[in-house]
Structure formats: structure tokens, C-alpha cells
């Protein structure tokens, strides 16, 4: 992989930059992009966490990405762009840091978007409070936003929920290898009888993702399923209380697998991967628009 | 077999993203411990659990003559899935990967050992929660097909209908009457929506993108017809030799290995109208209505050849003769260029030439859609000499992609109209991992897809295009070309007879 990285420059010289470096690597007239990803980072650890997730996905999505800190002054910017190990293709990746005034990054975001491809905001940290006009404004320009509400909080994404078209929550991305092991649980008809009792879920993991596992199955099922959890800093194990009955979704100790049981099934091995943020991320940016179930289920951890 | 509900009526699985299988199943390998299952069965089932992509509830029963327990085919599995995988082995889900699979000893002609086979399904169906799916994968030489599924008919392995599948590998049959022959003994056991006959092409990621190319675009379908298309050129070059299947090739050639399945699937592909919905029927129906508008091949309109020696990629290689097993007067040809008419509405008029052979200058499979040229060019003679119509490439393998030819003003200070090409490269925006063909196709046979597998009508449709090439083709010899050339000049002649000519690919 090779990068070249301009110095501080005016947002205005922005493109003419990435096409001298275009030039200077030798690449051929045609590109690739397939998406603009904006990642709004509030403070130096965001910064860090950000390159580094870059440098893993930008090698299997060719992008332009920028890079949004507030700070003091006129928005700056510095490019960069790199060839990955994809030469003989002539993908690359642009990467823009843009530092400045808060309010007025949103302008140089919307100057810089490569036209017709979807914008993908990934939203670090918290979210700020309501009204608040940046937030709305990069919501505005954005095709899917993606937030962790193990980071904001519920409340706080069911809020942007309400104003985003196409939102997706990591922590709800996270639950996925759950939901795909709980589901399977109940695909015999035997199985299936007992979902109807229902009555509780314990999960032993972060206390959101307990929360919209919870709220995915009471939108699922339409009705109450209450809730007990024990906090850990993943999921490790969800205990579905059917009356008498029980179903277990069980991590095996420290490994990626786990084992699925419930009456009448026999124990089987269930993938259940802790995946990397830049894994999830990645997963999110081949996906377009609005996920029902998770607005569904977000709105059940809600109200609950 | 206990009772089972439908997936789509369990309420948790609503909107899960999940694009694999959800219904258990079980997944027969006959010839198990065979070249096929080690270099492609074995590797796809890995690759696919490996992706989460496979039912929760899943299980691999190899069978095979070979004496060997569940542990020793567990390591032979291994061995497979490390040599051919195209990911590497994780050690730690092999545990986990390993478990599901078992082994089975026995005959193909026995039909004891066809109801010992039953009891193991029997028993493993039971373990996993019963009602699975039972995909029989018949991996062994084609002329134990039919006792195979005469096995296991009569060990009623072939029920319940909507849940057994049985998958064949080509040849279906060597022409038309054994292909009959084949699908009559076939479906005294199973019926036709059971049979999954499998062509690995139809699995690449670039075939299948052809369906979207077309489908999914508004500005090519209306120029796609006889109106626009001066011809269509379909090249499937391989720089390969008959290696060490001279036996295999000399009772097969070129047009019942590559023409009559591959390459006919794949014209069919771009000459069918378009399916009303992309369901199995649909689809397949389309197909072979192409197909059977195309006219059979004939002596006149084809070109055969037989590789001599020459240089390949800088490597001096051997004539057809020389090759071990092939008898020194062999005629089989290694070499077709054909030009085949399609009488339908939107294709009359408009050939489709195709070629293939081995030993030819690269690997190369694409499709050429040349264009018609403008009915009159308002530049001067010397303005527009070099400008060429324009083209769509569809490139199959192995630089997967599509490119545009068209004409552009060159930066002179005369004005001077150039052809350029603009190129999408499928690996440049795509980037991801592209499955395996395999990986597709047995996923989509553990689905219940049948969409891109081959039904029987194709099949006899195809081999009634291509018998009476194959019956003329008998007597006579083919004529040779140098190895890594393009094939014999008599397949230039067949183009410039029409005033056309082969792209370079």
C-alpha cells in the first residue's frame, strides 16, 4: 500500500490536490468509487480509531472518505490518497481530514462529495442534543447514517432515528450472529409452540444491546418479553424463558463459537463472532436504506 | 420424519439478514473421496460454513467405495479443504466444522448399501432435529449416474419430493438419445423439479452478471436486438492442453466438453428475452425458448481444428499427437468456430459466432456485442478512418468486467475520430472476496434454487443443435493450428466471408 498525503490547504483546493496526486501515482484516467464516507470524529481517540478502520476497508471499498473534527477557524483540509495492494485495477481511496469551526463544516462536506454516490455518515461518540443545526444539516446530505448506541445511548439514537431515512446502530449490528442463532432455535414446529410462551429474556452482555435484543423480540412477537440482564462487555449468553421451558444461546468461553440448545433440539455449534468495528463498518456500507426491524426493535428498547 | 414449519412463518427470522440457508439439511457427496470433491465440494461446504452461510442444523455424509471411518474422512477432508480452499483453514472453527461431517462406505451397485445409507440419513436427520433437507450430490464418473438414482429410489431416498434434491455433473449425456436416456432413468426416481443439473459457469459471479447487466439497466436492453447488433461474438480460449484427460477428451472433443453446456448456456443467456420475475421457471423457461429458436449447427458454418505445437505464453508446448493416450490418427477436434442464426424476432439476421479450443494464445471467456455502425457519418473520409463501431465486451474470465467502445474526438488540430474503450473492471468496485462458482451453486441447491441450474429441455435442446456438427464431424480431419495462436485460419475465413472479423480478445 502506498499513501501520499498533501500538507494544510484551503477546502477550495481540495480536488484540485487529489487529482495532482492522482497524477503523480500514475493512475489511469478511469476510477473507481463507489461511495462517500463521512466520519464524524469528536476528539483525538475518534481520529485514531477512524484511520485505522480506514486503512482496513479501504483496501475491499473503493471510497472517498472524510474525516470531520471541529475545530477553531476556517475549515482546513489535508489529503491523502492510497493505491491499497489493488494497483494493476487503479483503485484508490481519497482520504480528506477537514479541521474547523463546527458549523461550518458542513458546507465543506457537501462541496466535497464525489456526485451521485450514496453518503455514508459514521457518526463516533455521542450525539448532540436536539435541534442542534450541524447534526441536522450532515443528516440532510446523508444517504445511511451509522451511530453506536453503546456509545450514545438508546435515547439518543431513537432520537436521530426519528430524522435519519436510513439508520443502523452497531451495537444492533453486533446482536446479529444472536438474533441468527435465537431464530434458528425456533424453526421446528415443536420449537415453534413454545415461542408462543415467551414470557422473559435473560441476557448476560452491554446493557444496550440487551435492551434491542429485548426490544427485537417484543416487536417480533408483538407482545411483552421482559428483560433481565447481567452486564458483561459483550454477549456471552441470552437464556429465552418459554413457561416451563427454556432455550440457551451460549458462548464457549473466550472463543467465537458457542452452542444453541433448547427442548427437544440436540446441542449444536452456533458462530457467534465478535466482530471488529472496521468488519461492522464495512458490512454497513454495502447495505442501503432503512432496516425495519431494527427500527422496530429500537423502538420497543424505548419505550421499555 | 418430523414435521416441520416453513421459515418464513417463525416471526424471528423476519428481516434477518442472513443470505444463506435456514432449513436444516443434508448433504450426500457420492464419490466423496473423488478428484472433484477434493479439489471443489469439500473446499465450497468450508467456505460457505465458514461465511455463516450454511443452515445451523447441517451435516455432510460423504459416501464412497473407499473403507474409512468418520475420522479418517475427517482428515482426508482437511487435506482437501487445505490444499484447495481458497481461504486457509482456521483452526479454530474446524472443531466445530468438523463435526459435521461423516462418512459412509459403499457401492453404487449394491442396494444393500443404499438402505445402510438410508439408516445413517435416517440417524442424522433424527440428531440434527429431523426435517432436513437431503441434497444428493451425485460427484462420480457419469456412467454410474444411473444406478446411483436407481440406488436410491429404491431405498425411498428420493422422498419426500419437496425435500430431496439430487444433483448431476455434466456430461448429460453424449447426444440427444443418451441424454433421454439419462433424464428417463433419472426421473424413474425423481422428478424434474428434483433434478439440479449442475454447469459450474452458470455459477460465476460475471455469468450471473449478465442477468443484471441486461435486466437491471434501462439503456441496453432497447438496443439489445437484430435493430442495433451487426453480431455477437462469444470467445471461451483456453491456453491449456488436454494435460493429462486425453482419454476423457478423445471420447468427447471440443463440442460436447465446452459447446453444447457452457457455451450455449451462456448465448442463451444473452439472447433470451427477459424473465418476468427472477424465479427458477421464469428464467429457464426463457432460456429454452432461446435455445430452441437456434438453429442446429451445420458442416457449412463451422470451422473445427486440432492444436499442433508451438509457444504458449513463452512455453513450448506439444502437438494434439504427442499428447500421452492420443492415438496418432485422432480427428477429435480441440478446436470449434461456428456461427449460429437465431430465428426469433429479435434476433433474426444477427449472427452469433462462437468460438473455442484449447491451446489458443490466453484464457479468455467473454462476450462481444458489435454494434451496427452509424447509418452515415457526417466527417470527412480521413476524419472518421480509424473509428470502429462501437462494441460491448462482457469479459467472463479472468479479467472480469465490461468495456465500452466508442468513438471520441482524438486532440489534433485536424479533426480526427478515434475509437476508445471505457472500462469497468468488476474487481475495482467490488472488491470484496468473490465466492467460488461452487460456493453458489451448492448453497443455492441447499436452498431449493434451481434458477441457475440447467433443465432437461435445455439440455436435450442444446445437443439437438450440436449432434448433427458431432455426426458430420466424425469422418474427416480437423485442421491444425499452431498452439497459442487463434485457432486455424479457416476460422477467419468464416468471418470475412461475411465481411466481419474476430476481436482480439
Known amino acids: 500500500m502506498s499513501r501520499h498525503q498533501s500538507g494544510w490547504i484551503e477546502v477550495s483546493e481540495v480536488e484540485r490536490a487529489l487529482a495532482a496526486l492522482r497524477a503523480g501515482e500514475g493512475h489511469p484516467s478511469v476510477r473507481a468509487t463507489t461511495l462517500n464516507l463521512v466520519v464524524r470524529c469528536g476528539n483525538a481517540e475518534h481520529l485514531k480509531i477512524a484511520n485505522r478502520v480506514l486503512d482496513r476497508i479501504g483496501s475491499s471499498r473503493p471510497l472517498r472518505a472524510m474525516i470531520v473534527m471541529p475545530a477553531t477557524g476556517t475549515p482546513r483540509a489535508r489529503v491523502s490518497s492510497d493505491s491499497g495492494s489493488d494497483q494493476r485495477h487503479g483503485v484508490f481511496n481519497e482520504l480528506v481530514e477537514l479541521r474547523g469551526n463546527r458549523v461550518a463544516l458542513p458546507s465543506s462536506v457537501t462541496s466535497l462529495l464525489?456526485?451521485?454516490?450514496?453518503?455514508?455518515?459514521?457518526?463516533?461518540?455521542?450525539?448532540?442534543?436536539?435541534?442542534?443545526?450541524?447534526?441536522?444539516?450532515?443528516?440532510?446530505?446523508?444517504?445511511?447514517?451509522?451511530?453506536?448506541?453503546?456509545?450514545?445511548?438508546?435515547?439518543?439514537?431513537?432520537?436521530?432515528?426519528?430524522?435519519?431515512?436510513?439508520?443502523?446502530?452497531?451495537?444492533?449490528?453486533?446482536t446479529g450472529p444472536w438474533r441468527e442463532a435465537i431464530a434458528a432455535l425456533f424453526d421446528g414446529r415443536s420449537q415453534r409452540k413454545l415461542l408462543d410462551h415467551l414470557v422473559a429474556v435473560e441476557v448476560s452482555g452491554p446493557r444496550n444491546q440487551s435492551a434491542l435484543l429485548a426490544g427485537w423480540l417484543r416487536s417480533r412477537l408483538g407482545r411483552e418479553v421482559g428483560l433481565e440482564t447481567r452486564r458483561a462487555v459483550r454477549v456471552n449468553r441470552v437464556r429465552l424463558i418459554c413457561g416451563d421451558e427454556s432455550f440457551l444461546v451460549e458462548r464457549s468461553g473466550r472463543n467465537e463459537h458457542g452452542t444453541a440448545s433448547g427442548p427437544g433440539l440436540a446441542p449444536r455449534t452456533v458462530a457467534l463472532p465478535s466482530s471488529a468495528v472496521a468488519l461492522l463498518l464495512a458490512g454497513e456500507l454495502d447495505r442501503l436504506g432503512a432496516e425495519r426491524p431494527f427500527e422496530d426493535a429500537l423502538a420497543e428498547a424505548q419505550a421499555a | 420424519m418430523s414435521p416441520r414449519a416453513r421459515p418464513e412463518d417463525n416471526p424471528l427470522r423476519e428481516g434477518l439478514r442472513v443470505g444463506g440457508a435456514s432449513e436444516p439439511a443434508l448433504f450426500t457427496i457420492f464419490g466423496a473421496t473423488g478428484d472433484l470433491a477434493q479439489r471443489k465440494l469439500l473446499p465450497a461446504i468450508y467456505n460457505l460454513a465458514k461465511r455463516g452461510l450454511l443452515p445451523p442444523r447441517f451435516g455432510v455424509v460423504g459416501y464412497a467405495r473407499t473403507d474409512m471411518g468418520e475420522a479418517a474422512f475427517r482428515r482426508f477432508a482437511k487435506a482437501a479443504i487445505e490444499a484447495h480452499s481458497r481461504t486457509p483453514i482456521d483452526e479454530r472453527f474446524w472443531p466445530a466444522f468438523a463435526s459435521m461431517l461423516h462418512y459412509h462406505a459403499g457401492g453404487f451397485d449394491d442396494a444393500s448399501h443404499f438402505h445402510a445409507l438410508a439408516g445413517t440419513i435416517e440417524g442424522l436427520d433424527e440428531d440434527i432435529g429431523g426435517g432436513a433437507h437431503r441434497v444428493f450430490y451425485l460427484s462420480t464418473p457419469s456412467s454410474f449416474f444411473p444406478v446411483i438414482v436407481k440406488g436410491l429410489g429404491a431405498a425411498k431416498l428420493n422422498r419426500p419430493t419437496d425435500l430431496v434434491r439430487v444433483v448431476i455433473e455434466k456430461p448429460f449425456g453424449h447426444d440427444l438419445e443418451s441424454a433421454r436416456d439419462l433424464a428417463e432413468t433419472v426421473h424413474r426416481s425423481f422428478h424434474e423439479r428434483q433434478v439440479y443439473r449442475i454447469d459450474h459457469y452458470l455459477g460465476k459471479e460475471t455469468v450471473q452478471n449478465i442477468y443484471?447487466?441486461?435486466?437491471?439497466?434501462?439503456?441496453?436492453?432497447?438496443?439489445?436486438?437484430?435493430?442495433?447488433?451487426?453480431?455477437?461474438?462469444?470467445?471461451?480460449?483456453?491456453?491449456?492442453?488436454?494435460?493429462?484427460?486425453?482419454?476423457?477428451?478423445e471420447e468427447t472433443g471440443v463440442v460436447r466438453d465446452i459447446v453444447q453446456n457452457h457455451l450455449l448456456q451462456v448465448m442463451a443467456l444473452v439472447a433470451m428475452e427477459p424473465p418476468a420475475a427472477f424465479e427458477p421457471e421464469s428464467v429457464r423457461d426463457e432460456k429454452a425458448k432461446a435455445l430452441r429458436a437456434t438453429r442446429p449447427m451445420v458442416f457449412s458454418?463451422?470451422?473445427?481444428?486440432?492444436?499442433?505445437?508451438?509457444?504458449?505464453?513463452?512455453?513450448?508446448?506439444?502437438?494434439?499427437?504427442?499428447?500421452?493416450?492420443?492415438?496418432?490418427?485422432?480427428?477429435?477436434?480441440?478446436?470449434?468456430?461456428?456461427?449460429?442464426?437465431?430465428?426469433?424476432?429479435?434476433?433474426?439476421?444477427?449472427?452469433?459466432?462462437?468460438?473455442?479450443?484449447?491451446?489458443?494464445?490466453?484464457?479468455?471467456?467473454?462476450?462481444?456485442?458489435?454494434?451496427?455502425?452509424?447509418?452515415?457519418?457526417?466527417?470527412?473520409?480521413?476524419?472518421?478512418?480509424?473509428?470502429?463501431?462501437?462494441?460491448?465486451?462482457?469479459?467472463?474470465?479472468?479479467?472480469?468486467?465490461?468495456?465500452?467502445?466508442?468513438?471520441?474526438?482524438?486532440?489534433?488540430?485536424?479533426?480526427?475520430?478515434?475509437?476508445?474503450?471505457?472500462?469497468?473492471?468488476?474487481?475495482?468496485?467490488?472488491?470484496?472476496?468473490?465466492?467460488?462458482?461452487?460456493?453458489?451453486?451448492?448453497?443455492?441447491?441447499?436452498?431449493?434454487?434451481?434458477?441457475?441450474?440447467?433443465?432437461?429441455?435445455?439440455?436435450?435442446?442444446?445437443?439437438?443443435?450440436?449432434?448433427?456438427?458431432?455426426e458430420q464431424w466424425q469422418t474427416g480431419q480437423p485442421q491444425a493450428y499452431a498452439s497459442g495462436s487463434w485457432g486455424p485460419d479457416a476460422a477467419d475465413e468464416l468471418l470475412a466471408r461475411d465481411g466481419r472479423r474476430w476481436r482480439r480478445p
Not at chain 2, 407 to 423: C, E, F, Q, W
Open chain 1, 114 to 174: 464525489v456526485a451521485d454516490l450514496p453518503v455514508f455518515l459514521w457518526w463516533q461518540g455521542e450525539l448532540p442534543p436536539e435541534g442542534d443545526a450541524v447534526l441536522e444539516e450532515m443528516i440532510e446530505m446523508t444517504t445511511r447514517m451509522i451511530v453506536d448506541s453503546d456509545q450514545a445511548g438508546i435515547d439518543a439514537v431513537a432520537r436521530v432515528d426519528a430524522m435519519a431515512t436510513g439508520l443502523v446502530d452497531l451495537a444492533w449490528v453486533r
Open chain 2, 212 to 249: 443484471a447487466f441486461r435486466f437491471a439497466n434501462a439503456i441496453f436492453e432497447p438496443i439489445w436486438s437484430n435493430s442495433y447488433v451487426d453480431h455477437v461474438q462469444i470467445t471461451v480460449a483456453e491456453s491449456l492442453g488436454v494435460e493429462h484427460r486425453a482419454a476423457f477428451y
Open chain 2, 301 to 470: 458454418d463451422s470451422v473445427r481444428g486440432q492444436y499442433g505445437s508451438g509457444y504458449v505464453a513463452g512455453e513450448e508446448v506439444l502437438d494434439y499427437h504427442q499428447e500421452p493416450n492420443v492415438p496418432a490418427d485422432s480427428n477429435t477436434p480441440t478446436y470449434i468456430a461456428a456461427k449460429l442464426e437465431i430465428d426469433n424476432w429479435r434476433w433474426a439476421g444477427t449472427p452469433f459466432y462462437i468460438r473455442t479450443g484449447k491451446r489458443l494464445a490466453k484464457r479468455v471467456t467473454e462476450v462481444a456485442v458489435q454494434f451496427k455502425r452509424p447509418p452515415h457519418l457526417p466527417f470527412s473520409r480521413e476524419a472518421a478512418e480509424h473509428l470502429e463501431a462501437n462494441s460491448l465486451v462482457l469479459r467472463i474470465q479472468p479479467d472480469e468486467g465490461i468495456s465500452l467502445r466508442f468513438g471520441a474526438k482524438a486532440p489534433t488540430p485536424t479533426l480526427s475520430i478515434r475509437s476508445v474503450n471505457m472500462d469497468f473492471q468488476y474487481g475495482s468496485s467490488f472488491l470484496a472476496d468473490v465466492p467460488e462458482a461452487y460456493e453458489t451453486l451448492l448453497l443455492d441447491a441447499i436452498r431449493g434454487d434451481s434458477t441457475l441450474f440447467t433443465r432437461q429441455d435445455s439440455v436435450e435442446r442444446s445437443w439437438e443443435i450440436c449432434d448433427p456438427l458431432i
